[in-house]
């Protein structure tokens, strides 16, 4: 089920949407929800990788473990040389 939002745009956005909708052969309308849409989805994996990184972090304030840099760094230049290599543990 899909339901009508108001959104108040200034003038000037109205025009900028018009024109791009011009250009691009698409509707205000659908260049607003698609925008919407990126938007969302950027922020909501924003959010899961944020909430990653806090268990990661409270992983390791519980155990005090953690990869070497070296390691780490040794890994990354495998994986740009295109050398199949797993994630250091």
């Known amino acids: 089920m899909t339901t009508a939002q108001g959104v108040k745009l200034d003038e ?6 018009r024109a791009l909708g011009e250009k691009r052969n698409r ?4 260049l607003m929800r698609t925008a919407i849409q990126h938007y969302l989805e950027q922020e909501e994996r924003y959010e899961r990788e944020k909430a990653e990184d806090l268990q990661r972090w409270e992983q390791y304030q519980l155990t005090g473990k953690a990869i070497d840099g070296e390691v780490v760094e040794r890994w990354l230049g495998e994986l740009a040389d295109n050398k199949a290599t797993t994630c250091p543990q």
Do not use: K
Not at 12 to 17: I, K
Not at 27 to 30: A, D, I, R
């Open 12 to 17: 000037a956005t109205r025009m900028r949407l």
């Open 27 to 30: 509707s205000p309308h659908w």
